[in-house]
């Protein structure tokens, strides 16, 4: 898959709310995840498995959803962006808005860097 087509289809599956679809479809298995700040646990993360386990605790930890907003990506070169906004009531947190960048980088047609900025 060229980078156009991991963007759109990483967009089009995480609107869908299958975020671990896109990981198991999209993601290399030596992906890295890099968050801006340490409220979403550890900073980096390197692996499949790692990733699984960030996105289980996360999920945990969402008390309920009440909905989100993604940008069409914009694509340079073998990276690409999107904004996620998102909309949930956090368990002991309350209710937040949350906005995002979102970065991703891939190689042969597989993710292997996200990183967040928010």
Known sequence: MT???VANR???LC?????EEAQQELYADN??????GDMMGPRV???MDAIKQKTKAFQE?????HGATI???M???NSFAITWGMDATFKGQGRMNMDEVCVYQVKDGKVVLEQFFY
């Not at 609107?15 to 975020?19: D, F, L, N, S, T």
């Not at 992906?31 to 801006?36: D, G, M, N």
Request: net charge negative; glycine share 12%.
């Open 61 to 65: 930890g969402v008390e309920e959803f």
């Open 10 to 12: 990483l967009v089009e």
């Open 3 to 5: 980078t156009t087509e």
């Open 15 to 19: 609107r869908q709310g299958k975020i």
């Open 45 to 47: 993360v390197t692996g």
């Open 31 to 36: 992906v890295q995840s890099i968050e801006a």
């Open 75 to 77: 694509v340079a070169g």
């Open 71 to 73: 940008s069409d990506p």
